[in-house]
């Protein structure tokens, strides 16, 4: 297999991967208020990434160009119980001038909204799945777990083989709202703008509209710092991985997709790997989640400690595959805001009007395959760059939702 063909079947194993990690979304509804609900969810992005969109980015990657960029992504999200009071729905955020992205951004109402990425070109799975979790020299006795794609199309899918106790949280979507807007979006005058290196998000914030309660905070947090991963081997034949500690870290939660060329050049065993101790994928453990849940997880061994810099990938891991595709997640904190404030004495009725919530994290995710020169995913920040604010669906896409897609 030569290195193009290996970019390719990465990018593959990123569909099956996003096909097979269902995301889960949480959509209910608070039992009485607020009005208007608005979620901003904040991250920084370093290593495969930050490469750009689609095959592009891939194979700059493959060639050892651009590892060391540092972008930023944010993403926007209006929900209201009312409609628009005069006309179509319409909203702007208006941003403190240390943003860099105008006076404001347009919240759009989208038509409909995609939750999960499909297979390129209909294509369906075949082959096997190893399923490996949980750091260590070596996997435990009971691994793998061996998923025969066939099977899993018909939908023969083991009992209890993916967890649902780690929602995707995308906060207020269409489904969930009366009225909805969000950003990036579509908007041609201002809805995908390319978020400055050097942009800041501290400072007073507002969102006005003609279907919410106007809405105004001011934030203390900004993006967090970039986070940088290397890779090595052990003695035991196992894969170090070591990261810089990030500032405002509350867990980190690390994945890997890789496989082994079959017979003819074709797809041999595809391999999915954990640093979870009891068996986690998917849902919110690629998205944000809030220190509290974090706290949860932490305790039960699902993320890793924010004292934590180190995880060895199993050396099975490593003999079942010959080119590998990892992530790193580094959650954040969390800022939450509502108006009016709960009323001090507890037999007055609190008629919320909003509540706004921001919540932060920063990847990075390397590739490891033959014939890239080393240190291709970059170890260190460098050379910010700008980062378009959406990225693309297909197969450029589901590379993203590897990468912690965005569900903009």
Same mark, same amino acid.
């Given at each position: 297999?030569?290195?193009?063909?290996?970019?390719?079947?990465?990018?593959?194993?990123?569909?099956?991967?996003?096909?097979?990690?269902?995301?889960?979304?949480?959509?209910?509804?608070?039992?009485?208020?607020?009005?208007?609900?608005?979620?901003?969810?904040?991250?920084?992005?370093?290593?495969?990434?930050?490469?750009?969109?689609?095959?592009?980015?891939?194979?700059?990657?493959?060639?050892?160009?651009?590892?060391?960029?540092?972008?930023?992504?944010?993403?926007?999200?209006?929900?209201?119980?009312?409609?628009?009071?005069?006309?179509?729905?319409?909203?702007?955020?208006?941003?403190?001038?240390?943003?860099?992205?105008?006076?404001?951004?347009?919240?759009?109402?989208?038509?409909?909204?995609?939750?999960?990425?499909?297979?390129?070109? !209909?294509?369906? +799975?075949? /082959?096997?799945? $190893?399923?490996? =979790?949980?750091?260590?020299?070596? &996997?435990?006795?009971?691994?793998?777990?061996?998923?025969?794609?066939?099977?899993?199309?018909?939908?023969?899918?083991?009992?209890?083989?993916?967890?649902?106790?780690?929602?995707?949280?995308?906060?207020?979507?269409?489904?969930?709202?009366?009225?909805?807007?969000?950003?990036?979006?579509?908007?041609?005058?201002?809805?995908?703008?390319?978020?400055?290196?050097?942009?800041?998000?501290?400072?007073?914030?507002?969102?006005?509209?003609?279907?919410?309660?106007?809405?105004?905070?001011?934030?203390?947090?900004?993006?967090?710092?970039?986070?940088?991963?290397?890779? !090595?081997?052990? +003695?035991? /034949?196992?894969? $170090?991985?070591? =990261?810089?500690?990030?500032?405002? &870290?509350?867990?980190?939660?690390?994945?890997?997709?890789?496989?082994?060329?079959?017979?003819?050049?074709?797809?041999?065993?595809?391999?999915?790997?954990?640093?979870?101790?009891?068996?986690?994928?998917?849902?919110?453990?690629?998205?944000?989640?809030?220190?509290?849940?974090?706290?949860?997880?932490?305790?039960?061994?699902?993320?890793?400690?924010?004292?934590?810099?180190?995880?060895?990938?199993?050396?099975e891991v490593r003999a079942a595959t010959e080119f590998r595709f990892g992530m790193l997640t580094a959650f954040g904190p969390e800022e939450n805001f509502a108006y009016p404030a709960r009323p001090a004495d507890p037999k007055l009725a609190w008629h919320l009007q909003w509540t706004a919530r921001v919540r932060h994290r920063s990847n990075t995710s390397w590739m490891d395959m033959p014939g890239m020169p080393s240190g291709a995913y970059g170890q260190s920040p460098g050379n910010p760059q700008q980062r378009p604010a959406c990225r693309p669906r297909g197969l450029g896409g589901m590379m993203g939702g590897v990468l912690g897609g965005s569900g903009c």
């Amino acid at each position: 297999m030569n290195a193009r063909h290996y970019t390719f079947t990465a990018l593959g194993i990123a569909g099956v991967a996003t096909l097979i990690a269902l995301p889960l979304f949480a959509q209910s509804k608070p039992a009485s208020g607020p009005v208007a609900r608005y979620d901003m969810r904040v991250g920084t992005v370093t290593g495969a990434g930050a490469m750009g969109r689609g095959m592009g980015g891939a194979m700059s990657m493959m060639m050892g160009g651009g590892g060391n960029n540092v972008q930023h992504e944010l993403y926007l999200r209006l929900g209201s119980t009312q409609p628009s009071a005069k006309g179509s729905p319409k909203a702007d955020h208006f941003m403190p001038p240390v943003a860099k992205l105008g006076k404001s951004v347009p919240l759009l109402t989208p038509q409909i909204e995609k939750t999960v990425d499909e297979m390129p070109m !209909g294509e369906k +799975p075949k /082959g096997r799945m $190893l399923i490996f =979790w949980g750091c260590g020299e070596h &996997a435990p006795k009971g691994q793998p777990i061996v998923l025969d794609f066939a099977k899993l199309a018909a939908g023969q899918m083991p009992p209890g083989m993916w967890s649902s106790t780690v929602l995707r949280d995308w906060g207020p979507t269409l489904a969930n709202s009366k009225s909805f807007g969000r950003w990036p979006n579509e908007d041609a005058m201002g809805g995908n703008k390319a978020i400055k290196s050097d942009s800041s998000l501290i400072g007073p914030h507002r969102i006005a509209g003609n279907y919410s309660p106007e809405i105004a905070f001011s934030l203390t947090k900004d993006y967090m710092g970039p986070l940088n991963v290397s890779t !090595g081997s052990t +003695p035991g /034949g196992g894969s $170090l991985l070591r =990261w810089n500690a990030v500032g405002g &870290a509350t867990g980190y939660y690390a994945t890997l997709f890789g496989g082994k060329g079959g017979p003819g050049g074709g797809m041999g065993d595809m391999v999915m790997w954990s640093s979870s101790a009891s068996r986690q994928f998917g849902g919110g453990l690629s998205d944000w989640i809030s220190p509290a849940q974090v706290a949860t997880l932490v305790g039960n061994k699902t993320v890793m400690p924010a004292s934590q810099t180190t995880c060895i990938v199993p050396a099975e891991v490593r003999a079942a595959t010959e080119f590998r595709f990892g992530m790193l997640t580094a959650f954040g904190p969390e800022e939450n805001f509502a108006y009016p404030a709960r009323p001090a004495d507890p037999k007055l009725a609190w008629h919320l009007q909003w509540t706004a919530r921001v919540r932060h994290r920063s990847n990075t995710s390397w590739m490891d395959m033959p014939g890239m020169p080393s240190g291709a995913y970059g170890q260190s920040p460098g050379n910010p760059q700008q980062r378009p604010a959406c990225r693309p669906r297909g197969l450029g896409g589901m590379m993203g939702g590897v990468l912690g897609g965005s569900g903009c």
